[in-house]
C-alpha cells in the first residue's frame, strides 16, 4: 500500500524533473544563442559609437599616420565622388565617416 | 563580414544573382581601385564583400 503510493510519488516526481530540464535546457540554449549575439551586437554599437577607430578611418582612405589635412582632404574628395557615380552608397558614407573622424583628431592635434 | 554588410557594400539586394554579383563588383572596384587612387582597404573590403556574396568564403570576423 505505501510501496504503492511511494511508487507513484517517483514516478510522478522523476517527471517532473525531467521537464524541468528539458527546459532548463531549452532555456539556456536560448540565453546562450541571445547572449552571443547580443553580445556582438553590444560590441558593434560601442565600437560604431566611438566615431570609428582613427587607424580605421586612416586605412579607409588610404592615408598615413603624418599625412597633411590637405592629402586627406584629397583623398576624401576623389574617394567620395567616385563612390557617388560608381560605388554604393555604403561606402561612400564609410568614406564620408573616415573624413568626420580624422577631422576632428586631425583638430585635437592641431590644438 | 556578413551577407547584409556585403550587399550593402556592393549596393546590391541580398538575394542578388551571381551575375549581378559579379557586374557590381566591377563597377565599385572601378570607383576604388587602388592603382586608381582608391584605398587598398576599401578595395579588399569590395573583394571580400564578393567573395561573402559568391558564398565563397564563410563570413570572416571583424566587422567593417
Known sequence: ?111 | MTRREAALILGLRESATPDKVKEAHRKVMVANHPDAGGSDYLASKVNEAKDVMLGKTKGSNSAF
Open chain 1, 1 to 111: 500500500m505505501a510501496g504503492r503510493i511511494i511508487a507513484n510519488l517517483i514516478v510522478v516526481g522523476s517527471g517532473v524533473l525531467v521537464r524541468a530540464f528539458a527546459q532548463a535546457y531549452r532555456q539556456a540554449l536560448q540565453n546562450a544563442s541571445k547572449n552571443g549575439v547580443a553580445r556582438e551586437a553590444v560590441e558593434n554599437m560601442k565600437k560604431v559609437g566611438k566615431t570609428m577607430s582613427e587607424s580605421e578611418a586612416r586605412q579607409i582612405l588610404g592615408v598615413s599616420e603624418n599625412a597633411s589635412w590637405e592629402e586627406i582632404l584629397k583623398k576624401y574628395d576623389s574617394l567620395f565622388e567616385n563612390n557617388a557615380k560608381n560605388g554604393s552608397f555604403y561606402l561612400q558614407s564609410k568614406v564620408f565617416r573616415a573624413k568626420e573622424c580624422l577631422e576632428s583628431a586631425v583638430k585635437k592635434d592641431g590644438e
